[in-house]
């Protein structure tokens, strides 16, 4: 393998190889023969790391370890997402650009050996196979959902992508929910450099939970998080986003809508829970996820309101 180590980001798009961030994915998929024979490392590129505020809101280098997303920030359920990541060594060395743009942890196309969609041939062997993890907005040819959760935060703040050289997007077009071969809608030669949320609201408040099949370090089932808007006994406006059920990460409309004006109380959250899975349709294997999904919501819905702080990992006791 050979390893470029660019000083700019004009040097680093002139080379055609695979982009290293914090490199968490990228030698764990090299490890499996998973990765392209040149690696550009983009370490040593200054300008994309570190978190700026100004009055168009806070803007976090692509570069920016997970680690500082938990506890620098201040957004609520975004910090949530970022403190659960995987493991601490995880977050000290992963990055926002390589949460957002890693490749999918389905087992098949992890072994190696086994190609897919991914691999560039078609097929998707866990659809036939066993996909107790797979997708139940079932929208595209591959199962595996989409690994980021980071991604699935920043939808709740509408987010904006930059890329070099020069555009920006919002994070929900980062993502195709149709194309079984692409992570990502990047183009050849372009680099995530930053993402834009808008400044925090005062009083906003905000959840996180997922569901897993052991307690530490494991990707999760299902995963949610919202923000939440409230004024007096009435949520004013709401956010709901959730991961590990589609191959994008993905904002429940439903849901929100069920919230917008309504009394904070147990009913109104319990409401909107159960429009979770509109329009849901599960790879069969993964019909469980329905009642997960459903659960998750109604959990960081009710954090929210009562403002924990904590997503207190849970365990999913259901053997797959």
Known sequence: MTVIHPRSLEEAVSYVGEYRAGGTDVEA???????????????????????????????IGAMTRVTTIATE???????????????????????????????TRCWY???????????????????????????????????????????????????????????????????????????????????????????????????YWRATARSLAEWPLVEAACRLLVEGDRITDARVAVGGVGPVPRRLPAVEESLQGAVLDGQSLSAAATRAATGARPAPQASYKVALLEAAVGEVLERAI??????????????L
Do not use: W
């Open 29 to 59: 998929r090299r490890r499996i023969g998973l990765t392209q024979d040149v690696t550009i490392d983009l370490r040593n590129i200054p300008g994309i790391r570190g978190v700026e505020r100004s009055a168009e809101g806070t803007r």
């Open 73 to 103: 920030l201040g957004y609520p359920p975004l910090a949530m997402t970022a403190a659960s990541l995987a493991n601490p060594h995880t977050r000290a060395a992963g990055t926002l650009g390589g949460n957002l743009l890693q490749q």
């Open 109 to 207: 196309y992890r072994t190696g050996d086994v190609d897919c969609f991914k691999t560039g041939v078609d097929g998707c062997p866990a659809r036939s196979g066993i996909h107790h993890f797979g997708n139940i907005f079932d929208t595209s040819s591959c199962v595996a959902p989409h690994p980021s959760s980071l991604g699935m935060a920043l939808m709740l703040y509408d987010a904006q992508v930059e890329v070099h050289p020069h555009r920006a997007f919002p994070i929900a077009d980062l993502y195709d929910a149709v194309d079984p071969t692409a992570e990502h809608t990047l183009g050849s030669g372009e680099i995530v450099t930053s993402v834009l949320l808008p400044p925090p609201v005062e009083g906003e408040r905000g959840a």
């Open 306 to 319: 009562a403002g924990a702080d904590s997503s207190e990992l849970a365990m999913h006791e259901r053997p």
